[in-house]
C-alpha cells in the first residue's frame, strides 16, 4: 500500500507485483479506474487525464508556487560526489 497525500486529496494505491490499483475513491471522474489493476505508467496517465498529476513537469512549478532546483548546482553536487570516490 502506498498513501499519497496532496494538497487537496489523499490518495491510496495498491502495488502488486505486475500492477498498481487506485482505491477508496468514489469521485466520479475516478470511476473508470478505481480498483482496476493497471500498469504503472498507464495509471499516473488516467489520473493526469482527470486532473490529477502525480508527475508533474517543470512549467508545473509556476502555477504551484514552487521555485525548481538549480540544474547547474545539482550537476555541481554529482561531480563533486563522483570525484570523492
Known sequence: MLDIET????????????????????????????NKPLAPGYLLHLLSKSGIHLMPVDMDSKLAGIQLKSTGAELFALNEIMVGI
Do not use: W
Open 7 to 34: 494538497k487537496r486529496l489523499k490518495l491510496v494505491f495498491e502495488i502488486g507485483e505486475d500492477y498498481v490499483k487506485l482505491i477508496e475513491r468514489d469521485e466520479p471522474e475516478l470511476a473508470h479506474i478505481v
